[in-house]
T-cell receptor, first 111, second 115 residues
Framework: SQQGEEDPQALSIQEGENATMNCSYK?????LQWYRQNSGRGLVHLIL?????REKHSGRLRVTLDTSKKSSSLLITASRAADTASYFC???????????FGKGTLLTVNP | DAGVIQSPRHEVTEMGQEVTLRCKPI?????LFWYRQTMMRGLELLIY????????DSGMPEDRFSAKMPNASFSTLKIQPSEPRDSAVYFC?????????????FGDGTRLSIL
């Protein structure tokens, strides 16, 4: 079964708006990562947040982690058409460190 | 710097044929991963290597699948014989420095179609 599951499955917004994607997971983790995948390309690592961190920023990206709720969110501020992609969360299991990817959120940013 | 390089980018072949996918990881990375991506099942880890040694192949679906890493700069994933249900995008990824759960760098994948 999937360790991480993203919500929503698809999100469509206008350029300039903020986009929020959520990830829920089932077991204890060491870290959680977010990746982006453009159509026809491989995944690109965006940000890693450790289990003892609550929030992390990178440019227009803001990631939060709530280990008590086993959930994370990815916020993209001031979205651009170039942000159109699928976004995946990946979690490791504290027992074996292997990464497991969710099925992703497809974000469409309309110009 | 060159990223992870996969070849071929596309492969179309008939059922029963042998398929070989190739990967060149980023120089200096000590972990190499093979994934399969489908709409139904998402991204699945098939096998990973550490320092050229296969560590966990529990994701390999059947004995028809095999993977090798003869040296630090090259890995192959082979399917023999291939079946239509093997159609998917296969990704290779590598990571280095700090362990199994560090950020991974992905190639652009091989889109495999088995007719």
């Amino acid at each position: 079964s999937q360790q991480g599951e993203e919500d929503p499955q698809a999100l469509s917004i206008q350029e300039g708006e903020n986009a929020t994607m959520n990830c829920s997971y089932k077991t204890s983790i060491n870290n959680l990562q977010w990746y982006r995948q453009n159509s026809g390309r491989g995944l690109v690592h965006l940000i890693l947040i450790r289990s003892n961190e609550r929030e992390k920023h990178s440019g227009r990206l803001r990631v939060t982690l709530d280990t008590s709720k086993k959930s994370s969110s990815l916020l993209i501020t001031a979205s651009r058409a170039a942000d159109t992609a699928s976004y995946f969360c990946a979690t490791d299991r504290s027992s074996n460190y292997k990464l497991t990817f969710g099925k992703g959120t497809l974000l469409t940013v309309n110009p | 710097d060159a990223g992870v390089i996969q070849s071929p980018r596309h492969e179309v072949t008939e059922m029963g044929q042998e398929v070989t996918l190739r990967c060149k990881p980023i120089s200096g990375h000590d972990y190499l991963f093979w994934y399969r991506q489908t709409m139904m099942r998402g991204l699945e880890l098939l096998i990973y290597f550490n320092n050229n040694v296969p560590i966990d192949d529990s994701g390999m679906p059947e004995d028809r699948f095999s993977a090798k890493m003869p040296n630090a700069s090259f890995s192959t994933l082979k399917i023999q014989p291939s079946e239509p249900r093997d159609s998917a995008v296969y990704f290779c990824a590598s990571s280095g420095g700090g362990g199994l759960n560090q950020p991974q760098h992905f190639g652009d994948g091989t889109r495999l179609s088995i007719l």
